[in-house]
């Protein structure tokens, strides 16, 4: 299904606040985190950890003939439902291409706005960014040696005394068949032995 | 949350070994033979059989463990000192969802004043004919038809005395069939076959609170034919799956020597705690077979009351009950709210002992039950939080008046007259917002 991440370097996250970054004692409410790729890439899907990130808006730069164009592909993705409580603080997410507004094509960077207007967090961002390819219909992956290597043509078998193998396979599967049944008409109550050989001498408890 | 739940146990393992070491005695050990034909013959009463139980202590009280949460605190949580309008004025201090009284009203529309309930309904004033033979009527094809989806929607209005016990082995789903019996009875053969510390923890405990209850004291030998089964109950062990704690564990060395193996300590991986027993003895006025009574406890447990010894953001967890109390109080009551924090009266530190037990012990045996009624009707605890918001609205004119903790609590000690449903309703339904 996907394939490995693309190798992108994502910048340090910007704060959007007015006023003075430094000395203003009130916390931004807003980042912009750019994550620039190597080549042009089909996005098919973005993943990425939250923390404390109530909702991200997704825009792509896309390469197209000589230009480049800014898009926006998904607006004020809710991460969590209630900004000021913990439900999807800490949860993982993927953005796939079928959310997307626009088809993620030829993106040469991804810029993420995250939003949190809860001023009940201290910080919040994302983490673990991964954006992976579109896999390719035509695969250029090496076809294992051992495929090619296989007998095309069914040589007649040289038994040396051993039985023949149709009759040994009837036999199994009749085997086969027995053990099934049996499987089908165990009980699902388990014996839930808690001692070990008829044994229970617990001495002290571990800390692990 | 995981880092406290964590450490918590970790300091009940600490305290278990310590007992373990002090006393000089086994955490597990097999019975010699004629300790268990001993036994075998007192299993039905074994509330004559006085061990000495001076020297051991409940491993800890619900008060130990109301300090982990008051401990909780999220690093990337902004909290000011200052008391303001906007800040939580109580003791929990993790931002976790709840509903308000809007919300729950759509949650919990059977509980409304325009339907009939018993506990309101079945009052001696009011004629049968109105709700109470009707409701009666349902309740018993419900039992014939074995609708289990039916029976738990139909609690929600209350289950009548007399088929309340199908009911809910009908919602939880236990039967009496054969299999049960047997696994009851192989439990029985293990509680005879091994001796472990836990059993006197539960002995312990059982003398302290349910037989000194008035309601219970009579159903002090089920209590232990029950507990000590629960011990040794391996089945138990999958309920942590979905439960954050984890059950504790011992090295030992298999009979030939060669290896070690870990076993969890108890079977059950359930260390019990002062006041576990009040979570069966209500049950005993329901069944009087005891592999049937077992097979309820446990089905409720591992449904309902792990979730209130266990810190978890669970919404029926007992962080997010006391939240949710905490919340009530704070949004419809905050005169009281705020009076009790000044007189160092915190709501929480009294209401805790009630939710952490589901009212058990507290309240009379039938209004108990018909909140438990709703416990299974709604599949969740948070009625007990509201119930314990309840209380304190009930009692707000008293409350107001104190001045200290102790009378505070002096106030709501005896909450054995209490009606819950009326409660209920009044503080769902009748309060403005």
Not at chain 2, 295 to 315: A, Q, T
Request: glycine share 4%.
């Amino acid at each position: 299904m996907s394939a490995k991440a693309v190798s992108c370097t994502i910048k340090s996250p910007v704060a959007l606040q007015i006023g003075d970054a430094v000395s203003d004692s009130s916390r931004p409410g807003v980042y912009i985190t750019d994550i620039t790729l190597a080549e042009p890439v089909n996005i098919q899907e973005i993943s990425f950890k939250n923390y404390y990130t109530a909702y991200v808006t997704v825009r792509l730069q896309r390469r197209q003939g000589g230009s480049a164009k800014w898009v926006t592909c998904l607006r004020n993705y809710c991460l969590m439902s209630n900004p000021h409580a913990e439900a999807g603080s800490h949860d993982y997410f993927s953005i796939y291409r079928h959310q997307m507004l626009t088809e993620p094509d030829s993106v040469t960077t991804v810029r993420l706005i995250l939003r949190q207007p809860s001023s009940e967090w201290l910080n919040f961002s994302i983490e673990e960014i991964n954006i992976y390819p579109c896999a390719k219909e035509d695969s250029e992956r090496d076809v294992p040696a051992w495929i090619s290597t296989l007998t095309p043509v069914e040589e007649p078998l040289d038994l040396n005394g051993l039985p023949d193998p149709e009759t040994v396979s009837s036999s199994i599967q009749q085997m086969w068949a027995l053990t099934e049944i049996m499987q089908a008409s165990q009980t699902a109550a388990s014996i839930g032995r808690f001692d070990v050989d008829g044994s229970y001498d617990v001495k002290l408890l571990s800390y692990t | 949350m995981r880092k406290a739940q964590v450490n918590w146990e970790k300091r009940i393992l600490k305290s278990l070994n310590s007992m373990c070491t002090e006393l000089g005695i086994p955490l597990a050990r097999k019975r010699p033979v004629p300790e268990q034909n001993e036994l075998t013959n007192k299993w039905n009463e074994m509330g004559t059989d006085e061990p000495d139980l001076s020297k051991f202590r409940p491993v800890y009280a619900p008060k130990d463990f109301l300090e982990v949460f008051v401990g909780l605190k999220n690093p990337n949580n902004e909290r000011s000192e200052d008391l303001t309008v906007r800040s939580h004025w109580g003791l929990i201090q993790v931002s976790l969802n709840g509903r308000d009284i809007p919300q729950m009203r759509e949650m919990y529309p059977e509980l409304g004043l325009t339907y009939g309930q018993l506990g309101i309904d079945d009052h001696t004033h009011v004629p049968p004919d109105l709700f109470e033979s009707e409701h009666i009527h349902i309740g018993k094809k419900v039992v014939s038809e074995q609708d289990s989806a039916a029976a738990q929607q139909y609690s929600r209005q209350g289950c009548p005395t007399g088929l309340r016990a199908q009911l809910w082995s009908l919602i939880l789903n236990t039967t009496n069939d054969p299999e049960a019996i047997t696994h009851y009875e192989q439990l029985k053969a293990r509680v005879i076959h091994h001796d472990l510390l836990v059993d006197n923890l539960i002995y312990k405990d059982v003398k302290l609170t349910a037989s000194n209850d008035d309601y219970y004291f009579v159903f002090e030998d089920y209590l232990y034919q029950v507990l000590l089964c629960f011990s040794r109950d391996t089945a138990v062990l999958e309920h942590f799956n979905y439960n954050c704690a984890s059950p504790p564990k011992s090295c030992m060395q298999s009979k030939s020597g060669s290896e070690q193996c870990a076993v969890v300590y108890p079977p059950n991986g359930v260390i019990p705690f002062h006041g576990f027993s009040m979570y069966v003895a209500p049950l005993c006025f329901l069944y009087n077979e005891p592999s049937k009574l077992y097979s309820v406890f446990r089905e409720m447990y591992i449904r309902y009351f792990f979730r209130l010894h266990s810190v978890s953001s669970h919404p029926s967890g007992i962080v997010s009950l006391c939240l949710q109390f905490e919340r009530l109080l704070q949004t419809h009551l905050p005169q009281l709210f705020y009076h009790l924090r000044e007189i160092g009266a915190q709501p929480l530190r009294i209401a805790f002992k009630w939710i952490v037990r589901a009212f058990s012990g507290y309240l009379s045996t039938d209004q108990l039950l018909l909140l438990w009624d709703r416990i299974l009707g709604y599949d969740s605890l948070e009625i007990v939080a509201v119930l314990a918001a309840a209380v304190f609205a009930f009692r707000a004119e008293n409350l107001m008046e104190v001045t200290s903790l102790a009378s505070a609590e002096a106030v709501l000690a005896d909450l054995s007259t209490l009606k819950v449903m009326p409660l209920l309703q009044i503080f769902l339904f009748a309060t403005s917002v």
